[in-house]
């Protein structure tokens, strides 16, 4: 989610040590390896599609094991009182680096990625486009994945953060304007033996096919970021044509849903119009990028709108419960 400054740390904090103890009490296997192959980087699943052994971000969300048997990390998420997505504990080695260029994927136009650190030293450091801080252990942040970011760790520890992804209620919104006031009072959150809190999670499924008025919302914010990475005639032209690309593509998407709904035998027209719309930007996206992540054009209209406009692959198997395909995201 692009938000209007790199980071925000919420007025909340959190008992690090019985995080900590609930982490340490997780058996080695809960651990897998991150689904990018990112040497040193390594998570436990605490809310996926259907509870299951996935890093999948479209179906239906609920509680793995290792979230059932951790009773404080449920009231952590449980106190925000918003639905989470996929959500994990990661865990980075000692020396390890992870750099996303970027969070441009459908699902992150909607959502932002809450870190709350459980076990880290003050030489970690996250950086956002350009800017350093460190997340102590307790606390809560959110910050810019729309922009380039990177994560480093120096020491010869673990870091552990929680991090879970949500869309966010109009009181979380508020909680995180609260915490950029100096003087905000700040909110201790401890852990409570009486208490079994379930988390509110996503239950929704991916539409067969987006529907016009997500496509045109999406597109639009893509347009108001596009620019050329060079300044000449040429690029100008691209650029105009680009604009002219994205808008056929919204005008003739929504003549189609008009006349085929999610009815199966439109999936055929609409997978044509996507497959034309990508050959042509393909051919004219070069030097056409973000302005504020410098993503390519090309790459984000892939991301944000090919992958997700059409999926009744992914609806066929949610209904299968094929809950192994993993779809690996950056992830820090």
């Known amino acids: 989610m692009r938000l209007p400054q790199r980071f925000f ?57 290792s ?3 951790s009773p404080y990390i449920r009231q952590v998420l449980a106190s925000f009182g918003v639905v989470w997505s996929r959500s994990r504990l990661l865990r980075l080695a000692p020396g390890a680096v992870v750099t996303a260029p970027s969070d441009i994927h459908h699902h992150w136009f909607f959502r932002v990625r809450m870190h709350v650190p459980i076990t880290t030293r003050p030489e970690v450091r996250f950086t956002c486009d350009g800017e350093s801080v460190h997340m102590a252990a307790g606390e809560s942040w959110i910050f810019d994945n729309w922009r380039v970011h990177s994560v480093q760790n120096p020491t010869a520890s673990d870091r552990v953060h929680l991090v879970a992804d949500t869309s966010g209620t109009a009181a979380f919104w508020e909680l995180v304007a609260r915490g950029q006031d100096a003087d ?47 300044e000449s005639a040429e690029q100008r032209a691209r650029l105009t044509k680009y604009h002219a690309l994205l ?44 302005r504020s992540n410098q993503s390519g054009a090309h790459k984000v209209l892939e991301a944000r709108i090919f992958k997700a406009c059409l ?4 609806r066929a198997d949610e209904s299968a419960h094929d809950l192994t395909a993993a779809r690996p995201q950056p992830t820090l």
């Open 9 to 65: 740390r919420l007025p909340v904090r959190f008992d690090a040590s019985r995080l900590q103890a609930e982490v340490e009490a997780l058996p080695p296997e809960a651990w897998t390896p991150h689904p990018t192959g990112e040497p040193g980087n390594s998570a436990v699943r605490l809310i996926t599609v259907q509870g299951g052994p996935n890093d999948r971000l479209d179906g239906a969300m609920a509680m793995t094991g």
């Open 247 to 290: 808008l056929r593509l919204t005008r003739d998407w929504r003549q189609l849903y008009q006349l085929h709904g999610e009815d199966p035998q439109g999936w055929e027209a609409y997978a044509t119009l996507r497959d034309a719309v990508r050959e042509r930007s393909h051919a004219i996206a070069s030097g056409i990028v973000m």
């Open 67 to 69: 979230l059932e048997r």
């Open 184 to 230: 905000a009072p700040i909110e201790y959150r401890a852990y409570d033996a009486a208490r079994s809190d379930t988390p509110l999670m996503e239950q929704t499924l991916p539409s067969r096919v987006m529907p016009p008025s997500e496509m045109e919302l999406l597109i639009l914010d893509m347009r108001s970021e596009l620019v050329t990475q060079a």
């Open 311 to 314: 999926t009744p692959q992914a």
